[in-house]
């Protein structure tokens, strides 16, 4: 069997390479700009906002404000953590991380997944408790359906802005945090409500609207969360694109087939490993270049990292196995007893392991007489009636060449 890896597409330098660098070049430049730059802008807002929104909450008396001000300053920390998996998650691979540090991204969202679903639930139970006291509940002062609408078009404005760079860029971990954008515009618009609500005389609809921000958070938070989390237990692609990049490997000339395929998902990318069969008595050579043109086949059409083709002559799934067959020296000492210690030295000699034997082809030198091989040929069909090695033997009178 022939295993064909090659270098993945980010290994642009080598590991001396990356140390004469000296200072931080992204692996994608157009991706790490666009992130910084996106991240920023949401900071200066969400600096803002939280600002805005705990103050103005405060003195409007409105929970629900106040609710969504801690959800703009959670947006700020997720911000500042986007910011430096954005810089180390895009370093180059070196020795220590031969696959890159793609998953640094991945990790972030974990962590703020992790984070935002905390909060919800706190404000979640916060607003609960305050709700178990009406009689305590405090009219809200219109300056809080302002901020409200304020924080509403500054949320849904930034959400539309930080998708369109997230999408341009093919970012997962910016998707995320615009959409996350997306999620504190939803809870500004149920502070609208609440906020409403309490104007027109419902005072507990502050506290329900403050409650159901935390609902939304947590539910955010945890998606988030579980999504990292199946990246980082190497969860695979979904079955569409698998299939697609079957009928890729497919599709390459030389491949009779696929045996196993197997994917996971690397940040906004994927790793492949793949099985195919070829021919079984075809040279190592050719082997390898079927294997490399299913590779760059897939590296081309498919959003992939890398892609490890494994050559197999036969499906390891349903073919009897080789590993208790004896290597080259064993077969060629069995081979010249069986044959009456034919000096098989003389002769080239390819062997098939196949289904849990062995074929065999021996070339004789072309001046040798056909008598010879004649002879030689009937010696090895008789030795093929009963020997526990040998499925088939060729003799060939001229040298083939791969």
């Not at 009219?139 to 539309?160: D, N």
């Not at 930080?162 to 809870?187: C, F, G, I, P, T």
């Not at 045996?259 to 075809?282: G, Q």
Request: hydrophobic residues 50%; glycine residues 6%; negative net charge.
């Amino acid at each position: 069997m022939l295993t064909s890896v090659t270098d993945m597409k980010n290994h642009t330098n080598t590991h001396q390479e990356q140390a004469d660098i000296g200072a931080f070049e992204p692996a994608h430049p157009e991706r790490f700009a666009a992130a910084q730059k996106s991240t920023w802008v949401s900071i200066v807002i969400n600096l803002v906002l939280t600002s805005i929104q705990v103050v103005g909450g405060f003195l409007a008396h409105s929970q629900a404000l106040m609710a969504d001000g801690l959800h703009s300053l959670s947006d700020l920390f997720s911000d500042v953590l986007v910011l430096y998996a954005n810089r180390h998650g895009n370093r180059h691979a070196d020795a220590d991380h031969p696959y890159g540090h793609a998953r640094i991204e991945t990790a972030a969202t974990l962590i703020l997944g992790t984070f935002l679903a905390m909060l919800g639930v706190v404000l979640l139970v916060a607003a609960a408790m305050r709700l178990q006291h009406p009689e305590a509940l405090q009219a809200v002062s219109p300056v809080a359906l302002a901020i409200a609408i304020l924080a509403l078009i500054a949320k849904e404005g930034m959400f539309r802005y930080m998708l369109a760079v997230a999408k341009r860029v093919r970012s997962q971990m910016l998707v995320a945090n615009a959409w996350h954008a997306r999620s504190d515009a939803a809870s500004s618009l149920v502070v609208i409500v609440g906020v409403i609500g309490n104007l027109l005389g419902y005072t507990f609809f502050d506290l329900l609207a403050a409650a159901v921000v935390g609902v939304m958070i947590a539910h955010m938070g945890g998606k988030l969360a579980l999504e990292a989390m199946e990246e980082l237990i190497d969860t695979g692609l979904d079955a569409e694109e698998v299939e697609a990049i079957r009928q890729t490997l497919l599709n390459t000339h030389g491949v009779r087939g696929i045996h196993e395929l197997r994917t996971r998902k690397m940040a906004d990318n994927a790793l492949v490993d793949a099985h195919i069969m070829v021919d079984p008595k075809i040279s190592v050579s050719e082997g390898h270049f079927i294997a490399e043109s299913a590779r760059h086949a897939v590296l081309k059409k498919h959003h992939v990292m890398d892609v490890m083709v494994h050559i197999d002559p036969e499906d390891d799934m349903q073919a009897k196995p080789n590993a208790h067959l004896p290597s080259r020296p064993g077969l060629l000492a069995h081979l010249a007893e069986r044959l009456d210690n034919v000096d098989l030295a003389d002769y080239r000699v390819v062997f098939h392991y196949l289904d849990g034997k062995v074929d065999a082809e021996i070339y004789l030198d072309n001046q040798q007489s056909a008598e010879l091989a004649n002879t030689l040929q009937a010696r090895c069909n008789e030795l093929l009636r009963d020997d526990e090695l040998f499925r088939d033997i060729h003799i060939h009178r001229s040298h083939a060449q791969n």
